[in-house]
Antibody
Framework: QLQLQESGPGLVKPSETLSLTCTVS??????????WGWIRQPPGKGLEWIGS???????YYNPSLKSRVTISVDTSKNQFSLKLSSVTAADTAVYYC??????????WGQGTMVTVSS | QSALTQPRSVSGSPGQSVTISCTGT?????????VSWYQQHPGKAPKLMIY???KRPSGVPDRFSGSKSGNTASLTISGLQAEDEADYYC??????????FGGGTKLTVL
């Protein structure tokens, strides 16, 4: 049974870089069936797709965030990561990682709240 | 890419049916049969309810069904139950490995 778990700092200062990691258990991140994605949800607002990655390292980003986002994969650790640079208060959100099977996010992590504040 | 358009709220009484719409464009909803729907209870992670427009993952009750016509997808919940009260989000493939979500709909069971 595939499980995903986000980890990383819950507080980031403005203009700095937000870094999160998603650890995959119960399956291999190198599975050819899956892509892996990051989604965020500001408090009281809707979901926003941030980007996706394949185990080979191919990445796909939301055009509105592309200039600030880097998603990477570490197959040896069964993890993939998110970096979001030059953060502002508008980046305050719950960040979710999820497995992408076809075009559906079928398994989600529990989410981690990241607050941007000095 | 712009968010897909959903009604902010819908409501229904137990046992009734409700339908939530999700309107996009020919570049997303209308262009691909890759619409998914997610249920989110307060403080919880979203849960996949429908994928590929009308397919249900294992374990999702058949009270939940999906359809699409043109640039609009729909989620129908029949036989409403109290536990169906939640936020619902649609999501569509938008080409070039991009995904776009709807703004979300709050379902109230009266």
């Amino acid at each position: 049974q595939l499980q995903l778990q986000e980890s990383g700092p819950g507080l980031v200062k403005p203009s700095e870089t937000l870094s999160l990691t998603c650890t995959v258990s119960g399956g291999s991140i190198s599975s050819s069936s899956y892509y892996w994605g990051w989604i965020r949800q500001p408090p009281g607002k809707g979901l926003e797709w941030i980007g996706s990655i394949y185990y080979s390292g191919s990445t796909y980003y939301n055009p509105s965030l592309k200039s600030r986002v880097t998603i990477s994969v570490d197959t040896s650790k069964n993890q993939f990561s998110l970096k979001l640079s030059s953060v502002t208060a508008a980046d305050t959100a719950v960040y979710y990682c999820a497995s992408l099977l076809g075009s559906a996010f079928d398994i989600w992590g529990q989410g981690t709240m990241v607050t941007v504040s000095s | 890419q712009s968010a897909l358009t959903q009604p902010r709220s819908v409501s229904g009484s137990p046992g009734q049916s409700v339908t939530i719409s999700c309107t996009g464009t020919s570049s997303d909803v209308g262009g691909y049969n890759y619409v998914s729907w997610y249920q989110q209870h307060p403080g919880k992670a979203p849960k996949l309810m429908i994928y590929d427009v009308s397919k249900r993952p294992s374990g999702v009750p058949d009270r939940f069904s999906g359809s699409k016509s043109g640039n609009t997808a729909s989620l129908t919940i029949s036989g409403l139950q109290a536990e169906d009260e939640a936020d619902y989000y649609c999501c569509s493939y938008a080409g070039s490995y991009r995904e776009v979500f709807g703004g979300g709909t709050k379902l109230t069971v009266l």
